[in-house]
T-cell receptor, first 112, second 114 residues
Framework: GNSVTQMEGPVTLSEEAFLTINCTYTATGYPSLFWYVQYPGEGLQLLLKATKADDKGSNKGFEATYRKETTSFHLEKGSVQVSDSAVYFCALRASGNTPLVFGKGTRLSVIA | KAGVTQTPRYLIKTRGQQVTLSCSPISGHRSVSWYQQTPGQGLQFLFEYFSETQRNKGNFPGRFSGRQFSNSRSEMNVSTLELGDSALYLC?????????????FGSGTRLTVV
């Protein structure tokens, strides 16, 4: 079946450090890939997405590239801020008729 | 435009009771999905409705049910509540291909069963 594996947290970084959160997936065909972010006490917000191989999604300084050959969609940010502290979820949707499948989430804490 | 609205935001129920949660999707979105989020299990898919029909169902007992109305609003019901049903219940709507099949989530309903 379809699945997403992302790195275990928590991840603690100093402000302005470089961030990478690894995400790999298993799916048939060509899924759409997503990163969602959840701030404390809130629902999930779409951070970025990519719908085909080699697409790069980007938003708010975060980037992720859809790598079909390595089945990966790693999240990166060049310089994190305290306000980036949240839980990040990698997800895939195999087609328009299948549910969104999530990884277990990675908690990021950024300290000043 | 208005986002996904879930009501109520918080609920406290007693074991054995039943509960109904409501979700209003983004205008024009016909797909509504429900997820349960707990610290131990993460985000687990409950069911998806599209044009008033259940299109997908997760691996939850029959105590969990849902429905969708002609205006795309959706409700989920949990009967005979158990302590383990305490969770954040998230609703999401999708605009299909136009949105790259992504979901927009509501803020959730925090259910506590005592």
């Amino acid at each position: 079946g379809n699945s997403v594996t992302q790195m275990e947290g928590p991840v603690t970084l100093s402000e302005e450090a470089f961030l990478t959160i690894n995400c790999t997936y298993t799916a048939t065909g060509y899924p759409s890939l997503f990163w969602y972010v959840q701030y404390p006490g809130e629902g999930l917000q779409l951070l970025l997405k990519a719908t085909k191989a080699d697409d790069k999604g980007s938003n708010k300084g975060f980037e992720a590239t859809y790598r079909k050959e390595t089945t990966s969609f790693h999240l990166e940010k060049g310089s994190v801020q305290v306000s980036d502290s949240a839980v990040y979820f990698c997800a895939l949707r195999a087609s328009g008729n299948t549910p969104l499948v999530f990884g277990k989430g990675t908690r990021l804490s950024v300290i000043a | 435009k208005a986002g996904v609205t879930q009501t109520p935001r918080y609920l406290i129920k007693t074991r054995g009771q039943q509960v109904t949660l409501s979700c209003s999707p983004i205008s024009g979105h016909r797909s509504v999905s429900w997820y349960q989020q707990t610290p131990g299990q993460g985000l687990q898919f409950l069911f998806e409705y599209f044009s008033e029909t259940q299109r997908n169902k997760g691996n939850f007992p029959g105590r969990f049910s849902g429905r969708q109305f002609s205006n795309s609003r959706s409700e989920m019901n949990v009967s005979t509540l158990e302590l383990g049903d305490s969770a954040l219940y998230l609703c999401a709507s999708s605009g299909g291909l136009r949105s790259g099949y992504g979901y927009t989530f509501g803020s959730g309903t925090r259910l506590t069963v005592v």
